[in-house]
């Protein structure tokens, strides 16, 4: 049963300090989303690759996150210095990218930032 | 106006009962249409992409009006396992696709 797996699934830290979440597609899909969950805003899509390549970061804070791929089997969402506002769910989430945008979900990285 | 609206809930009811709940979409060019649902502190989970004919995946049947710019989602002989948060997405392409999830309507199944 492919699942999409992300790590790690809990983090705190303090602010200013750097969070790496890391994500491991399902193999064979070739689109990556990365989105963040809070209870005020919902979902939001913070960056989208296709084939390794960016293809909308356009709901990402250009300031303090980044978002790379790496290897495709391997995508990664970065916030510098991390702030108590980044506090959420980030979720991974792949896709077979042929046209229909289909989304399979990683279980989520708890970030906490004091 | 969102992009994408649901109503938020809680839609509380009987097992065995039917529920359908709705949810618009403002962008006329909006080309795929997707039901996620979410449980509690879980991932969403994919439930069933929505096509122009609409479709029906066991209990659930999904329908898109495009004059009106909404999709459905009906779910018949409702179980207390569907009590969940059920989200709509709405995608559009432009020069890169774009994603909308609705914000999520509550639906709980009391015995």
């Known amino acids: 049963d492919a699942r999409v797996t992300q790590t790690p699934r809990h983090k705190v830290t303090e602010m200013g300090q750097e969070v790496t979440m890391r994500c491991q597609p399902i193999?064979?899909?070739?689109?990556v989303f990365w989105y963040r969950q809070t209870m005020m805003q919902g979902l939001e899509l913070l960056a989208y690759?296709?084939?390794?390549?960016?293809?909308?970061d356009s709901g990402m804070p250009k300031d303090r996150f980044s978002a790379e791929m790496p290897d495709a089997t391997l995508a990664t969402l970065k916030i510098q210095p991390s702030e108590p506002r980044d506090s959420a769910v980030y979720f991974c989430?792949?896709?077979?990218?042929?046209?229909?945008?289909?989304?399979?979900f990683g279980p989520g990285t708890r970030l906490l930032v004091l | 106006r969102k992009e994408v609206e649901q109503d938020p809930g809680p839609f509380n009811v009987p097992e065995g009962a039917t529920v359908a709940f709705n949810c618009t979409y403002s962008?006329?060019?909006?080309?795929?249409f997707f039901w996620y649902r979410q449980d509690c502190r879980k991932e969403p989970k994919l439930l069933m992409s929505?096509?122009?004919s609409g479709n029906e995946d066991g209990r659930f049947t999904a329908q898109l009006n495009r004059a009106s710019q909404y999709i459905s989602l009906l779910i018949r002989d409702s179980k207390l396992s569907d009590s969940a948060t059920y989200l709509c997405?709405?995608?559009?392409?432009?020069?890169?696709?774009?994603?909308?999830f609705g914000s999520g309507t509550r639906l709980s199944i009391r015995p």
């Open positions: 193999l064979g899909h070739n689109t």
């Open positions: 997405v709405v995608n559009w392409y432009s020069s890169a696709s774009k994603i909308i």
């Open positions: 989430a792949s896709g077979p990218g042929q046209g229909r945008e289909t989304q399979y």
């Open positions: 690759f296709r084939n390794r390549a960016p293809l909308d």
């Open positions: 929505v096509y122009s």
């Open positions: 962008n006329s060019a909006s080309q795929s």
